[in-house]
């Protein structure tokens, strides 16, 4: 795989396409906190692996577009309840992202003496830990109805589980259901059982499921949607992580 730079990347935070009005992103980072177990016969330490954190902090633009509400109005109600981040590194079908459920801790803001006006924003995990996963949609995917979406190729079948994490913006219909499918082949689809999110019938929204550690998931992998009674816009995004390994646990 070729290097790449930084370029064309997104963020989603709680539905909302946050792109336009990130300046940039600090840290993106977590896993396990790391337990000293090391003796006193020992050189060097030895270390297990603890309780599983994230965080992803950013600095944010001042956009506080109230017809189409924006930064502003999303990260200054500072809510108690859990928001879904998600970076796309970018924005094709197959790219890596990092998802994560958090506690938004803040939102400082900062003047220069050259007049601009930044905000500080950090996200802290809350029950999970940061996921790097690869997306299913190129960024947020716009369907105008039911649609088959394309595959990735994930290399090999693994029967480890898997999670996945939906963005869903503003939702024009009466409903739609996301689902995610795998295949041997790349041609050959079929539902994955327990892998397809709660109905929508409202925007925006966001949802994280899982799969058992020992759920198999084929090779190639593909976000659908279907409607019992139509829609017009559904913008989403999908971040799917493929459990390589055994013990996978939350």
């Given at each position: 795989?070729?290097?790449?730079?930084?370029?064309?990347?997104g963020?989603?935070?709680?539905?909302?396409?946050a792109?336009?009005?990130?300046?940039?992103?600090?840290r993106?980072?977590?896993?396990?906190?790391?337990?000293n177990?090391?003796?006193?016969?020992?050189?060097?330490f030895?270390r297990?692996?603890?309780?599983?954190?994230?965080?992803?902090?950013?600095?944010?633009?001042?956009?506080?577009?109230?017809?189409?509400?924006?930064?502003?109005?999303?990260?200054?109600?500072?809510p108690?309840?859990?928001?879904?981040?998600t970076?796309c590194?970018?924005?094709?079908?197959?790219?890596?992202a990092?998802?994560l459920?958090?506690?938004?801790?803040?939102y400082?803001?900062?003047?220069?003496d050259?007049?601009?006006?930044?905000?500080?924003?950090s996200?802290q995990?809350?029950?999970f830990?940061?996921?790097?996963g690869?997306?299913?949609?190129?960024?947020?995917?716009?369907?105008?109805?039911?649609?088959?979406?394309?595959?990735?190729?994930?290399?090999?079948?693994?029967?480890?589980?898997?999670?996945?994490?939906l963005q869903?913006g503003?939702?024009?219909?009466?409903?739609?259901?996301?689902?995610i499918?795998?295949?041997?082949d790349?041609?050959?689809?079929?539902d994955v059982?327990?892998?397809?999110?709660t109905?929508v019938?409202?925007?925006?929204?966001?949802?994280?499921i899982?799969l058992?550690n020992?759920a198999?998931?084929?090779?190639?992998?593909?976000?659908?949607t279907?409607?019992?009674?139509g829609?017009?816009?559904?913008?989403?995004?999908?971040n799917?992580?493929?459990?390589?390994s055994?013990?996978v646990?939350?």
């Amino acid at each position: 795989m070729a290097k790449t730079g930084g370029l064309g990347d997104g963020l989603l935070i709680a539905g909302y396409n946050a792109s336009g009005d990130i300046q940039q992103l600090g840290r993106i980072g977590g896993g396990p906190a790391l337990l000293n177990f090391t003796g006193i016969d020992k050189y060097a330490f030895e270390r297990k692996g603890g309780l599983r954190d994230g965080a992803i902090e950013m600095t944010t633009f001042f956009n506080s577009d109230t017809v189409v509400p924006a930064t502003h109005q999303k990260l200054s109600a500072l809510p108690r309840t859990d928001v879904m981040l998600t970076y796309c590194r970018g924005t094709t079908v197959g790219d890596p992202a990092a998802s994560l459920i958090a506690k938004q801790a803040n939102y400082d803001p900062s003047r220069g003496d050259d007049g601009m006006i930044t905000f500080g924003v950090s996200a802290q995990a809350n029950g999970f830990g940061i996921e790097w996963g690869r997306q299913l949609t190129a960024g947020v995917r716009t369907d105008t109805a039911a649609t088959l979406g394309t595959g990735i190729d994930t290399v090999a079948a693994a029967s480890f589980g898997g999670q996945a994490y939906l963005q869903v913006g503003a939702f024009v219909g009466t409903d739609a259901t996301v689902k995610i499918q795998d295949s041997a082949d790349n041609v050959t689809f079929a539902d994955v059982a327990g892998f397809s999110f709660t109905q929508v019938t409202v925007g925006p929204t966001t949802e994280r499921i899982q799969l058992g550690n020992t759920a198999t998931l084929r090779r190639y992998l593909r976000a659908t949607t279907v409607t019992t009674g139509g829609f017009t816009s559904l913008p989403f995004s999908v971040n799917v992580i493929k459990n390589e390994s055994a013990g996978v646990t939350f």
